[in-house]
């Protein structure tokens, strides 16, 4: 996130290498290899190849979610889901995604991106609308 911050503030090349150290460790310390990481997943627009990093470095760390919201892509991403293995790729890299996208592309609506404001803050504070869709 700090990559990001640094970037969105106008230094793209301190923001680049805020993902050595990243790259580094991921690289098991070798040096050679994370260059080699660092050229393969490179990208003109910063953005993109942050956005890519940080969807393999925290895959499991349940900030996808919200990455994707402010980002503005949450929508497009349950969009896009794969239902099936439609390539045949093998292994079925797609086999877990595949096996609950259906349902996941089916239950979204776009109002659901923000979670309802519970009853007992909007009572606290009068200043608290609740979020659209959830009324």
Known sequence: MYAEATYKTGDEAEARKLLEPIRLRAAGNNA?????LAT???????MDELKDERSREL???GWRRMDLIRWGRLQSVVQNLKTSNESGVKPNIFHYNTKHAQAVKDNFQS???WYPIPKR???ANANLVQNPGWE
């Open 59 to 61: 895959c499991a760390e």
């Open 32 to 36: 050679a290899a994370a260059q080699d």
């Open 121 to 123: 803050d909007r009572e």
């Open 111 to 113: 109002y659901k991106i």
């Open 40 to 46: 393969a997943y490179h990208k003109d627009n910063f």
